[in-house]
């Protein structure tokens, strides 16, 4: 899945000048010195791609870095590809969204029944041993 999202990411560079990621506590993901605050910890954090948001983007095989600016300090990070779950190009109107399922650590098959597992695949545990669960279902209040 790194692969694909690595050239889902190539695309939405070259084409589009805003676009936004959301990102989890998962793997090894760094937010520079700020990290996650408040319940972006349990939430994850919706990143702003745009012309003055970054700088020195590169990526490898496993992960993208760049530095980008929070209330107007530079912080460096290193995001693993694992760690996206989401890219759309607005929040309002979205013209595309890309969804990805993470898995960040496997049961054993035989311990969790099918229900259980098809649970799991909307759920990812992020580095300090929570469960999130995210869900971008809209709901017709």
């Known amino acids: 899945m790194s692969k694909f999202k690595k050239q889902i990411l190539e695309l939405l560079f070259d084409f589009y000048d805003k676009f936004y990621m959301h990102v989890v506590p998962a793997g090894d993901i760094r937010i520079g010195e700020r990290g996650f605050i408040g319940n972006e910890s349990e939430h994850g954090l919706v990143l702003v791609f745009s012309a003055s948001s970054y700088k020195n983007l590169r990526w490898d095989e496993n992960s993208l870095y760049a530095d980008m600016r929070f209330s107007g300090k530079w912080e460096s ?42 649970a799991e695949k909307s759920r990812v545990k992020s580095s300090n041993g929570k469960v999130v669960k995210v869900d971008f279902s809209r709901r017709n209040d």
């Open 77 to 118: 990070l290193a995001i693993p590809f694992q760690s996206i779950v989401t890219v759309f190009d607005d929040p309002g109107k979205p013209e595309f969204v890309f969804k990805f399922s993470v898995y960040i650590e496997k049961e054993p098959a035989g311990k969790n029944d099918e229900k259980e597992q098809s």
